[in-house]
């Protein structure tokens, strides 16, 4: 017992010292305005849950951005546009989805640059979660899971980089989930898919900083989303419930402000919600400790 307290406090402390450095690293309230100011800004999955939110903060706090918004429900879409009163000048309704990433995506980036000649954000913010157990989660499931979530985002990524390669400027960044680094029961592979994009977005990172392409990859924990109305059952079926945690969650207008000041920052990671930066420094220094956690937790 005294060992746990004590692995305890040196984990509290880190965190402690962690926020303190990074709040005078980063303000707090970076200037989002000025950062996007002017900026064509693509936002996938912005027909709901945290895309949404972000468009609209967008509007609110920088109302000189031209937005570019995707996802699969087209009417949706418009509603959102009509809302935000984002006129032909401000706004391209691009109805996009992920899953026909075998096709590729280099017609949905010429008809953004036909209409605004350059993306300078890519906010990869689409996908679909999991609530089912590994032996009950058949492959069609896991192979959807993987190909909208990691394929579809790295293929639409790729679509645009030769654009920020050529104009030697661009920020993408990749919304994930703290799953992607503390995979929990009943999301195996929607955890992997999300570790997937950790991966490959810190190497793109590597590979394209001389470019001056900035990447952040934003780790949401939970999010009053729909998130898990919309997730897969093992069998394939919709789960059509919510989580009492996810109904629990951070606000998504307090997410998306947070994921926006993390990219006005230019940080390469940002972790938004109820205990998140927690479960990832976890993860890092007491993986054990977090597992007896998790174990103990109702989904487990």
Wanted: hydrophobic fraction near 45%; proline fraction near 3%; charged fraction near 20%.
């Amino acid at each position: 017992m005294h060992e746990f307290f004590g692995i305890l406090f040196q984990v509290t402390l880190y965190i402690g010292i962690v926020v303190i450095v990074a709040c005078f690293i980063y303000p707090i309230n970076d200037n989002i305005e000025n950062y996007f100011k002017n900026k064509v800004v693509w936002i996938t999955g912005a027909s709901s849950g945290i895309g949404r939110e972000l468009a609209k903060e967008l509007v609110r706090l920088s109302p000189s951005t031209r937005l570019v918004l995707s996802a699969r429900r087209e009417d949706e879409l418009n509603s959102l546009a009509a809302q935000l009163h984002l006129d032909s000048d401000h706004c391209l309704i691009l109805p996009l989805d992920l899953e026909t990433h075998v096709y590729g995506f280099e017609s949905k980036v010429d008809l953004i640059l036909d209409r605004f000649n350059r993306i300078d954000v890519l906010i990869n913010n689409a996908g679909v979660s999991q609530r089912s157990l590994i032996k009950e989660t058949t492959y069609g499931v896991d192979s959807r899971l993987i190909s909208i979530n990691f394929l579809g985002t790295i293929t639409l990524t790729k679509a645009v980089l030769p654009h920020f390669i050529e104009r030697q400027k661009g920020h993408f960044i990749a919304v994930t989930s703290v799953a992607g680094y503390a995979a929990t029961a009943l999301r195996s592979s929607y955890g992997a898919s999300k570790n997937a994009l950790h991966a490959f977005f810190d190497s793109l990172r590597l590979e394209h900083a001389r470019d001056q392409i900035d990447v952040t990859i934003a780790c949401p924990g939970f999010v009053k989303t729909d998130i898990s109305i919309n997730a897969f059952e093992g069998s394939g079926k919709l789960h059509n419930k919510m989580d009492p945690k996810t109904e629990k969650g951070t606000d998504p207008t307090a997410c998306a402000y947070d994921i926006l000041c993390g990219i006005a920052a230019r940080k390469h990671e940002i972790y938004v919600g109820h205990l998140a930066s927690v479960v990832v420094y976890l993860r890092r220094l007491c993986p054990q400790l977090l597992f007896q956690i998790l174990l103990r937790t109702k989904s487990a």
